[in-house]
């Protein structure tokens, strides 16, 4: 195989398309999840002090 038939060949040119796209969606998607983790954990902090501040009687 020459250099010249190595360089025209683009058989794997989509695969890497492919790979590249998946790993930019996958890097967007767990870095929403961080975030939007980060501030649900917050919440249910805020929550649960909440709740363990008020007097509920047990039955």
């Known amino acids: 195989m020459g250099v010249t038939k ?3 060949d ?3 040119a989509i695969t890497v398309d492919w790979v590249v796209l ?3 969606i996958l890097g ?3 870095g929403a999840l961080t975030t939007f983790n980060q501030g649900a954990m917050t919440h249910a902090e805020l929550t ?3 709740l363990s501040s008020l007097d509920i ?3």
């Open 10 to 12: 683009e058989s794997g």
């Open 28 to 30: 967007v998607l767990f």
């Open 22 to 24: 998946t790993a930019a």
């Open 6 to 8: 190595f360089k025209d």
């Open 48 to 50: 649960a002090d909440t």
């Open 57 to 59: 009687p047990d039955y």
